[in-house]
C-alpha cells in the first residue's frame, strides 16, 4: 500500500508535466509562435535583427526587455502608433524611431509579442487576439 502510494505521487506530478507540455493550450501557443516569426521577419527584423539583439543606440534589443516582457496595453500602443526617437532605455538613448503599422491585424500582433516573449531566450505570457483587440479598443 504505501508503495502505490509512493508510486501514485510520484506518477500525478509527471502526468501533469506531460499533459502541461502536450495539452491544447501548449499546442495553441506553438501555433502562435510560429505565425509570429513570420510576421517577425516580415515587420520587425529589419530593425531588431534575427536573434533580437538590434543595435546599440539604434533599434534596442528585445532580449530580456522589460517592456516587451511586461504588460499588453502598452506593447500594444507601440507597435500600433511605433515610438518616437530619443527615448533612453536601460542607459543607452535610442535615436532611430519605430514606425507605426496600424496595418497590422490583431492576430499577427498577438502572434509577433507571443513570438517575441517567448523567443530570444525571453519567457512571458502568451498574448492572445483577444487581449489585442481589447488593448486596441483603449487606445487614443
Ligand atoms: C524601423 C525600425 C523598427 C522596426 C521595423 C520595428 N522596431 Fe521596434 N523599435 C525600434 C526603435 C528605434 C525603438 C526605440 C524607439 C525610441 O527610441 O523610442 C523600438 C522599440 C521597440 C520596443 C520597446 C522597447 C523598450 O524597451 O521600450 C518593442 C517592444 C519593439 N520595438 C518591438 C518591435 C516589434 C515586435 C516589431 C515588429 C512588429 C518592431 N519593433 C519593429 C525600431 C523598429
Known amino acids: 500500500m504505501k508503495q502505490l502510494l509512493t508510486l501514485m505521487l510520484i506518477l500525478f506530478p509527471a502526468s501533469l508535466l506531460l499533459m502541461s ?3 491544447p493550450a501548449q499546442g495553441k ?16 527584423l529589419s530593425c531588431h535583427l534575427i536573434n533580437g539583439t538590434g543595435i546599440s543606440g539604434v533599434n534596442p534589443s528585445l ?8 504588460a499588453t ?11 518616437p526617437a530619443g527615448t533612453e532605455i536601460d542607459g543607452v538613448r535610442y535615436n532611430n524611431a519605430m514606425a507605426p503599422a496600424p496595418d497590422m491585424t ?14 530570444f531566450g525571453n519567457n512571458a505570457k502568451m498574448i492572445t487576439e483577444a487581449e489585442v483587440k481589447s488593448a486596441r479598443a483603449k487606445l487614443k
Open 106 to 119: 490583431d492576430l499577427q500582433i498577438a502572434d509577433v509579442l507571443t513570438y517575441v516573449r517567448n523567443g
Open 21 to 23: 507540455q502536450t495539452g
Open 73 to 83: 496595453e502598452p506593447l500594444v500602443n507601440i507597435i500600433v502608433k511605433g515610438m
Open 29 to 44: 501557443l506553438k501555433e502562435s509562435i510560429d505565425r509570429g516569426n513570420m510576421v517577425y521577419i516580415q515587420r520587425c
Open 63 to 70: 532580449v530580456h526587455n522589460k517592456t516587451a516582457l511586461g
